[in-house]
């Protein structure tokens, strides 16, 4: 552990890069990295939806003849055709809300309803078509897919990941037996990653991401892997971060994890806001339609 922090301290300065995600807030608020908890108060606003809209373009074959390959785009080149046609889809319709420190607001709604999508726009992965995001804060996304390397070992990844989100060669060496012990990965730790099974490699990621205090975290699906031990505890950190005035984002499709972590629920149906408000009244609501 002491030669690799060493090791990738000298390749990286000092000072190692901050977080990709303090480059995509929509409306950035100078921190310095690693900070402690946020001072604000709770009930004091840290992302602000307005009438979002978010639309994919994506190219459309109408038929087998049109399908992209490349013969078809030769041929098309040849005859000097255009493009085929693009088709936009609009996953996200209007949406608008105010999220405040302190909140962990669950979204819900069935597949394709747009849960993940907003999560992205709010971490400022995506632009708007129209409307707009306001953070104050630092948005973090973890998903399932985020950016570990498989083929670098538990340990490894440890390190570059906390130096992705800002944290100094000091914070990690703090920190880095609290993520180990957190993760419950014992000795694969030494393994790449690669060996993990799909439970653990989340079990790491949460673990990683929720080492440090963040403003805003966007947790999707990424609970969904973990054993029922491993959701207590991560509940538990989620707990610590609202109480720190960070607020948690959580999408998920188990309804319990969403009752028991979070205060507030927001219901996506089709791109639009159906229902937001208290977990029990929107959970009942949804489960019967
Ligand atoms: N990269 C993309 N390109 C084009 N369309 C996309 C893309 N990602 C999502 N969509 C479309 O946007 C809509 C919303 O998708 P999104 O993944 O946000 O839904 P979701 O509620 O998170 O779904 P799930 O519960 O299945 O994860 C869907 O119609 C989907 O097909």
Redesign the pocket.
Known sequence: MAELMEELSQVKGEEPGVATSKDVRVHPTPEPTGHKPVDAPTGTPTVVVDDLHIV?R?FSATSDHEKGNAVTALVRMLKRQGRPQMKE?H?VKGVSFVAYHGDAIGIV??????????LRAIAGLLPPHSGAVFTDGQPSLLGVNAALMRELTGERNIVLGCYAMGMTPAEVKEKYQEIVDFSGIDEFVQLPMSTYSSGMGARLRFAISSAKTHDVLLIDEALATGDREFRKKSQERIKQIRESAGTVFL?S?DHKVIEETCNRVIW?HK?KIKMDGDPKEVMTAYNKG
């Open positions: 994919y994506v889809v996953a709604g069935r597949n394709g309803s747009g849960k993940s999508t907003l999408v499709h996506l791109g």
